[in-house]
């Protein structure tokens, strides 16, 4: 089955009321492949969620950047999926590489979280990704396997997954992983879903690339078989966000 072409914005910490309604903007007025074409999800600051979603046009939707792991409690400064799901926000990312290096969040964290943001009905971008350390040494794919392996260990449903690859060492600093790069790890990550998973998980399970995604690299990387979008940062807050969602229509031709 074809995989449907997904372009995620994740704006991190940044952002004022008003800069966030100018993006939101630019986005309501750029034009775009349909959304049987790409699916566009923009992923805010929590403070922001209702504001964007407000304001947003009705076929791109919304993202959480986290959510807590459990049910909602005495738990100060957490956000519940529950409360996500009240929102009417529909996805949510976990695992990104800041807060499993910043946050300490484990693998198995990072499991239980994914778990039980779909348990209460979230779709799930979850992150995955090495280090410069770990690439250099040769581990990039036992370290992506691993934290493949925590999620797949708490799931069975993967409908609602998107698998995001992110290598640490390309987040933010400039630096890309080669198109043959990115291609090779997505075609590995496939593999080991279809050898530990399933093969038709493997087949209709997206998985996007990210790290320093721009609109100078994304034709290039979105034209290869085992990329199927992309989750942007820095990007995403410029209007060169437009011309990475335009990528999409590579996979068509």
């Not at 699916?39 to 209702?50: A, I, R």
């Not at 100060?76 to 996500?84: F, N, Y």
């Not at 080669?178 to 093969?199: D, F, I």
């Not at 290039?220 to 229509?249: C, H, N, R, W």
């Amino acid at each position: 089955m074809a995989r449907k072409f997904f372009v995620g914005g994740n704006w991190k910490c940044n952002g004022t009321t008003e800069e966030v309604k100018k993006i939101v903007t630019t986005l309501n007025q750029a034009e775009v492949p349909s959304h049987d074409v790409v699916e566009v999800v923009v992923s805010p600051p929590f403070v922001f969620l209702t504001l964007v979603k407000s304001l947003l046009r009705s076929d791109f939707h919304v993202a959480a950047q986290n959510c807590w792991v459990r049910k909602g409690g005495a738990f100060t400064g957490e956000v519940s999926a529950e409360m996500l799901v009240n929102l009417g926000v529909p996805w949510v990312i976990i695992g990104h590489s800041e807060r499993r290096a910043l946050l300490n969040e484990s693998n198995e964290f990072v499991g239980d979280k994914v778990a039980y943001a779909l348990s209460q009905g979230l779709k799930v971008i979850a992150c995955v990704g090495e280090t410069l350390e770990q690439r250099e040494s040769g581990s990039t794919m036992s370290v992506v396997a691993a934290q493949t392996k925590a999620i797949a260990e708490k799931i069975t449903n993967w409908d609602n997954v998107v698998l995001a690859y992110e290598p640490v060492w390309a987040i933010g600093t400039g630096k890309v992983a080669t198109p043959a790069q990115a291609q090779e790890v997505h075609c590995e990550l496939r593999k080991w879903l279809s050898e530990n998973v399933g093969a038709d998980i493997a087949a209709s399970t997206r998985i996007i690339y990210g790290g320093s995604v721009n609109g100078a690299n994304c034709r290039e990387l979105a034209g290869q078989p085992d990329v199927d979008g992309f989750l942007v940062g820095g990007a995403s807050l410029k209007p060169e966000f437009v011309d990475i969602i335009k990528s999409a229509t590579v996979k068509k031709n």
